[in-house]
């Protein structure tokens, strides 16, 4: 008959193996099967057209310390640098966000805003600051939505490109929309809570109300989006941009990049 210090110590050893299999059994649950827990509140998509790039430093800063991937429309802009979004100068930076996980889409290439059809397969492309205008046809069309990609390309030949485009302003027309189409890109703007308001005034618009706003309407499943950087906004939204993932975080969201198809 074995004796009360025996058991003890068998009671022990059963013990201590029914632990490892708690842990291992745990260990062995996939990590997207816990994701639900973390994403109670549902998905959010944050998109960043280029800007003026005076705060993309501190942006990309806060977007790495939470975790948070984004997808990066990019045009061949001025920038508080001198030279232009898409020009050497930037090429660094590219690499680096293609790197952290970010994806990218076309946000044209000269930045300017299309005002009205011109006719079947043709819509009328203006320049905001007056450098001029254009008639695009469907090869013109397609030449400006490729050629900001081509020139991430030169910079970040391992970006992950998606099918996507954005409108200067978000800003189409019809035929914009038909003829982006026909050159295999769907147009994706942001949805009703998701314009995080960082080229609006300071002065009328002063981030913390911003802030507010965004944690009190973002849903599940908005699509987000702000600059790197606003060149007319006096305190510029990087300053309260890491207060507001934190909050939506706290609330449950998680932060994931469009899909290829995108998000309507």
Same mark, same amino acid.
């Given at each position: 008959?074995?004796s009360s210090s025996s058991r003890a110590v068998a009671s022990s050893r059963r013990g201590r193996a029914l632990l490892g ?7 062995? !649950?996939?990590?997207? @099967?816990?994701?639900? %827990? ?31 991937? @984004? #997808? ?6 001025? #920038? &508080?640098?001198? /030279?232009?979004?898409?020009? +050497? ?6 690499? %680096?966000?293609?790197? $952290?996980?970010? &994806?990218?889409?076309?946000? #044209? ?6 005002? @009205?059809?011109?006719?079947?397969? =043709? ?16 090869? *013109?069309?397609?030449?400006?939505? %490729?050629?900001? !990609? ?6 970040? +030949?391992? @970006? ?13 027309? +019809? ?15 942001? #949805? ?15 981030? %913390? ?10 849903? /599940?499943?908005?699509?987000? &989006?702000?600059?790197?950087? &606003?060149?007319?906004? =006096? /305190? ?6 890491? $207060? ?7 609330? *449950? ?6 899909? +290829?198809?995108?998000?309507?």
């Amino acid at each position: 008959m074995a004796s009360s210090s025996s058991r003890a110590v068998a009671s022990s050893r059963r013990g201590r193996a029914l632990l490892g299999l708690v842990l291992a059994l745990a260990a062995a !649950i996939p990590a997207a @099967a816990q994701a639900p %827990a973390q994403c109670r509140a549902g998905t959010v998509y944050l998109t960043i057209d280029t800007g003026w790039g005076r705060e993309a430093e501190q942006i990309a800063a806060i977007l790495r310390r939470h975790g948070v991937r @984004a #997808t990066l429309f990019v045009a061949n802009e001025p #920038t &508080v640098t001198g /030279d232009r979004s898409l020009g +050497p100068g930037w090429a660094a930076f590219w690499r %680096a966000r293609a790197a $952290e996980g970010h &994806v990218f889409a076309s946000h #044209t290439d000269r930045h300017w805003y299309f005002r @009205a059809d011109a006719g079947p397969g =043709r819509v009328r492309y203006v320049s905001r600051t007056r450098e001029g205008e254009e008639v695009l046809d469907q090869a *013109g069309m397609c030449r400006e939505l %490729a050629r900001p !990609i081509e020139r991430l390309r030169e910079a970040a +030949p391992d @970006a992950t490109v998606l099918p996507l485009w954005r409108a200067p302003g978000g800003i189409t027309t +019809p035929n914009a929309v038909r003829m982006a189409e026909a050159c295999g890109l769907h147009h994706q703007g942001w #949805t009703a809570n998701g314009f995080l308001g960082d080229e609006l005034s300071s002065d009328t618009q002063p981030n %913390a109300a911003l802030a507010r706003r965004a944690l009190a309407t973002i849903r /599940d499943g908005e699509v987000l &989006v702000m600059h790197w950087g &606003v060149r007319s906004r =006096r /305190d510029p939204y990087a300053n309260v941009l890491e $207060e507001a993932i934190t909050g939506l975080q706290a609330r *449950g969201f998680c932060f994931a990049t469009l899909p +290829p198809g995108g998000r309507r």
